[in-house]
């Protein structure tokens, strides 16, 4: 009986931090591999808007 009451009473643990490291995980990923690229285009389109100014 104590076993179970251990048990249950850890149970909790999973609901709340699953959700928090799957977040982590996901802004990690975005960052790494689509933050990165969009950052990359928006500074090409900016440095080809001066290009265009300056002629």
Known sequence: MHQMS???STVW??????PIIGALIGALTYDLLIG???EREHTKQAYRQ?????D
């Open 36 to 38: 990165r690229v969009l």
């Open 6 to 8: 251990e048990q249950c």
């Open 13 to 18: 643990i999973v609901p709340i931090f699953a």
């Open 50 to 54: 001066q290009l265009t100014q300056i």
